[in-house]
């Protein structure tokens, strides 16, 4: 018997010298592995054939025009999905295009890793010239959760691994794996490839909260008087839906929705304090915050939007240094959003009390005197359109879809949009996030239009549309059921500024007056509307909806409508002589 086991291990080990495999097909090999089967990149040196290696394999490979939209769409793709998305790239001037991308994705806490291919060490090392030359893995450190390189083809399922890890666990970012040229072509033994290769087992495991973080939290709660609950973007990638909802209303506590935690709970929930945010802002006394961090977006957690009332927070994040980045909080809960919304929800018992009407009744009051206020500028014709009008149709055509997925981005269009186009399913809406990013549109609409299977309509305004707009491209060549409506003003903010020399050159925020953008999807084989009243948009967007195909709306708004920076104007100084 020994000898016939020995006999077996040596025609084993013959099999394993006749057979080899290749880093091209250990890489496709660790990430199907993974069920990691979308790329979204851009080919050229070193790494054309993983692309077309990867495809031939049967996973998707997306081809974009520009790196970062190619990164957008993988980090969108992450935060749906809770699986790393994937971006390819090559050396050097590709990999810095998507390192925006990846800064993002880290910015934002979603999960993405960015694959570079990366010349030959010795050389870049050395600082001898190589072809498209740079010290990627040091330049993404700074802008990633983690970095890592492989060297050696037995490493490739390791590094897979780690890629992975790092980007979906704890709290989600980017993640950078460099692949020099050399190691793709290394060979290694068929055998042992496989055996290299690592299928992770729970990538982002569950953290429970400690009991007393929890039983303090709710000792916070019963203590309060006028309590809100914030829901932000990290509740929304948490996928702890139903949970979060049964919180929400088992509790009784009026909520706010961050923009991307839109649709969680219904916008038209009874619940719902947006339409009264700033009141409830100032007037909370203890406020629930659920995956939200309080950044500019949340004026610091301080200061006149949080009004003269002192405030208590909870917090509940899974990264215990968010804690007290800002303000003072009373009670972190640390752990991973599902499972601290349901330690919370068990521990409202019976000493707890739903807030009381004179609470619920002040914010229903603001509420209905707020919409009515927004109902009636809604209402109004203005020719040509403004943002309310156009805003208005594309609101009543998207209410009868809930299952479609919204990109935004602009300043105007971004702040307008977010508070009158109103969202029903979580993970929905998609916009320019933590950064205030312009850029994200068409990169954002692919994401999603290919993880969802499901029609998106990007809302963008004329500038931001230009970060991407040559994606349009690709958008048509995927056929993607994606309508994007611009909402031309003719500039950045609005298109009226005027040189104040008299020169030729126009204003700094000018734009060709009257663009049809609508043209530029034509040239793709795209279908382009102009629209010029609210009529017209709804019968564009109803139609361009209806096609499934890719579709350009060119909305006409009033070049004097909007503010400059949207509603950020304080965060735009202005020089004392502009002001004049
Ligand atoms: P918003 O911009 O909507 O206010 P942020 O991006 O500022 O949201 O905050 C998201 C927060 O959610 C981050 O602090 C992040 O650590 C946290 N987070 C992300 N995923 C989870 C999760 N699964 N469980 C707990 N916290 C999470
Ligand atoms: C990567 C600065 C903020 S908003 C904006 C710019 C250029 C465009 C506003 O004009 P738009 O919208 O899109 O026509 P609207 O609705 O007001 O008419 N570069 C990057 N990100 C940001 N945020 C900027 C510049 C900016």
């Known amino acids: 018997m020994a000898e016939a086991d020995s006999t077996t291990a040596e025609e084993t080990l013959n099999q394993q010298t006749t057979e080899t495999t290749d880093g091209f097909h250990i890489v496709i090999d660790a990430l199907k592995l993974n069920d990691l089967n979308t790329i979204f990149g851009l080919v050229g040196i070193p790494i054309t054939d993983l692309a077309r290696l990867a495809q031939a394999e049967g ?102 691994a780690r890629a992975i890890r790092a980007a979906v666990s704890g709290r989600p970012g980017g993640v950078y794996l460099d692949l020099p040229a050399k190691l793709l072509a290394q ?73 991307m935690a839109k649709g969680l709970l219904p916008d038209t929930h009874e619940q719902s304090a947006s339409a009264a945010r700033s009141f409830v802002l100032q007037e909370a006394d203890v406020v629930v915050l659920i995956g939200a961090r ?3 977006l949340l004026a610091h957690g301080k200061g006149k939007t949080w009004g003269a009332e002192p405030k208590k927070f909870v917090q509940v994040d899974i990264s215990p240094t968010e804690i007290d980045s800002n303000v003072a909080i009373a009670a972190p809960v640390i752990g991973d959003i599902g499972s601290c919304v349901a330690a919370l929800r068990a521990g409202l018992d019976a000493g707890f009390a739903k807030p009381g009407a004179e609470w619920t009744g002040a914010i229903a009051e603001r509420k209905n005197k707020n919409l009515a206020k927004m109902a009636a500028t809604l209402e109004k014709n203005p020719s040509p359109m403004n943002f309310h009008s156009a805003l208005r149709a594309i609101r009543d055509v998207l209410k009868t879809r809930p299952d479609i997925n919204v990109v935004n981005e602009g300043a105007n269009t971004l702040d307008y949009a977010r508070s009158i186009i109103d969202m029903y399913e979580p993970r929905k809406r998609f916009d320019s996030g933590t950064w205030g990013i312009m850029g994200i549109g068409m990169g954002f609409a692919i994401g999603a239009a290919v993880t969802s299977g499901k029609p998106v309509v990007a809302i963008e305004g ?11 491209e690709t958008i048509c060549r995927y056929d993607l059921p994606v309508c994007t409506i611009i909402f031309n003003n003719n500039g950045v903010y609005r298109g009226t500024d005027v040189n104040p020399t008299g020169g030729k050159d126009v204003a700094p925020t000018v734009f060709v007056k009257g663009a049809r953008y609508d043209r530029m999807i034509e040239a793709f084989g795209g279908v382009g509307y102009n629209a010029t009243t609210p009529e017209e ?39 004392a002589a502009m002001k004049k």
């Open 294 to 296: 309080l950044n500019w």
């Open 59 to 160: 996973m998707r490979f997306i081809g974009f025009r520009h790196e970062q939209h190619a990164g957008n769409a993988a980090a969108i793709a992450g935060f749906m999905t809770q699986k790393p998305g994937i971006c390819l790239t090559v050396s050097a001037p590709g990999f810095l295009n998507g390192l925006t991308a990846l800064a993002n994705a880290t910015t934002n806490c979603f999960p993405m890793i960015l694959i570079s291919g990366s010349s030959e060490r010795e050389i870049v090392d050395l600082q001898q010239g190589d072809y498209e030359e740079m010290d990627q893995l040091n330049a993404a450190k700074p802008y990633a959760k983690a970095a890592y390189r492989v060297l050696h083809a037995e490493d490739i399922g390791i590094g897979v």
């Open 462 to 472: 004329d500038s931001a549309f230009g970060f991407s707009g040559m994606e349009l």
């Open 537 to 575: 948009l709804t019968k564009a967007l109803l139609e361009a909806i209806a096609s499934g195909k890719p579709t350009l709306i060119n909305a006409v708004i009033d070049e004097a409508a909007g503010t400059e920076s949207g509603r950020l104007t304080n965060l735009n100084p202005q020089s």
């Open 187 to 259: 060979t290694l033994d068929a055998v042992k490839a496989q055996q290299s290769l690592v299928r992770v087992v729970d990538a982002a495991p569950r953290q429970l909260p400690a009991p007393e973080s929890v039983k303090r939290a709710i000792d916070v709660l019963k203590s309060a008087k006028r309590p809100l609950i914030l829901l932000g973007k990290g509740a929304a990638y948490a996928q702890a839906d139903a949970e979060i909802r049964a919180f929400v209303e088992q509790s009784g506590i009026p909520y706010l929705p961050m923009s």
